[in-house]
């Protein structure tokens, strides 16, 4: 709860107190599906299930859904609770396949599953988590599921995408924006879109919100990549320059290595590999913060806010739309 009765969830604001209410049942209920769904005859896998459903996280897709749901006539439908149940299971099983490729050993401030166990345990545990969002979203109807077929294909394209990395000649500024609406922009988007079909929005504002998604969902991407440069601590929550160690190239890395100078230069030499040598990753992180990256990704921040925005001008006015607006000025806020 924030001064002047504003209250936040993940980075909303909700000026309506009923709303927040409302929002706040739902993400209840749909906290309750979750621990129903991965729930099986075998104890192991309700194990290896329940490990990052209780881990926490901010359950920003199902708040999404619930939130986009506010802004049609049926926003009481059950169905909103079921969809968000769905996108935050299929968001869950893709953590678990990330922290497989990744060879994460951490997730959420716990040790990750294939830490804790094995990498064939983690794979099978998303997959398990994959089988009960299908199933939960067959209650739906063929379109959810249709669409829901339609965000796995693009989730996937956009982890091989980022996987074999910008063909020959292509810009990589684009491959990279290209790789961010798919990997995250497009589950972000099916949730705004969920939410507004259950609620029984008209279909230009089914519309809006999906873009608005995966606008949102892009730019959440990219705040990251600039908060990973230009924290100067640790008080972000992410310690500055887990990117260049992991050889992960962002957008301000890729705007930065566009120049001609001899900083350029020097950064296209350095993040040629993952950064494991400490001095290596500090003049790295020098480069980077006295060149231009930071300022041009945030100027495409500040384009897609804009974006956004248009969106949500498609929308009823509502205490729904305000909550999504703020939505909208955290994103480009946290960055500083």
């Known amino acids: 709860m924030q001064g002047n009765g504003i209250q936040q969830i993940a980075g909303v604001q909700f000026l309506d107190r009923e709303l927040a209410r409302v929002i706040e049942q ?5 906290e309750d599906v979750l621990h129903r769904e991965v729930r099986g005859d075998y104890e192991f896998v309700t194990e290896t299930s329940l490990h990052l459903i209780d881990a926490g996280g901010k359950r920003f897709r199902p708040l999404f859904t619930l939130l986009a749901g506010q802004v049609g006539p049926r926003a009481g439908s059950p169905d909103l609770v079921t969809a968000a149940a769905v996108v935050e299971l299929i968001h869950l099983a893709t953590l678990y396949h990330d922290d497989v490729m990744d060879s994460a050993t951490m997730r959420r401030g716990a040790k990750s599953a294939n830490a804790r166990w094995d990498n064939s345990v983690a794979i099978l545990t998303g997959d398990y988590l994959f089988a009960h969002a299908s199933r939960l979203v067959a209650d739906l109807g063929p379109g959810a599921v249709r669409i829901i077929a339609d965000t796995f294909a693009a ?3 956009g982890q091989m995408r980022e996987t074999r990395g910008p063909r020959a000649g292509e810009d990589p500024v684009a491959h990279y924006l290209t790789v961010v609406a798919e990997k ?6 099916t949730s705004g879109r969920y939410g507004a079909m259950f609620a029984g929005c008209p279909p230009e504002q089914v519309t809006a919100l999906r873009r608005f998604g995966e606008i949102i969902g892009s730019a959440f991407q990219v705040s990251d990549d600039v908060i990973d440069i230009a924290s100067e601590t640790e008080t972000s929550g992410k310690t500055p320059g887990t990117d260049l160690r992991e050889g992960v190239p962002t957008l301000p890395m890729l705007y930065a290595m566009q120049g001609s100078g001899v900083g350029a230069a020097r950064l296209r030499e350095l993040l040629a590999a993952p950064l494991t040598d400490d001095d290596l990753v500090d003049e790295a992180l020098g480069l980077l913060r006295s060149g231009d990256g930071i300022d041009r990704s945030r100027e ?7 974006a956004a925005r248009a969106e949500l001008a498609l929308l009823p006015e509502c205490p729904a739309r305000d909550a999504l607006a703020s939505l909208t000025e955290f994103v480009v806020r946290r960055t500083g």
């Open 155 to 157: 989730l996937v394209t």
């Open 300 to 306: 495409t921040l500040g384009e897609q806010a804009r």
């Open 26 to 30: 739902g993400l209840v209920d749909v």
């Open 184 to 189: 995250t922009g497009s589950l972000i988007a």
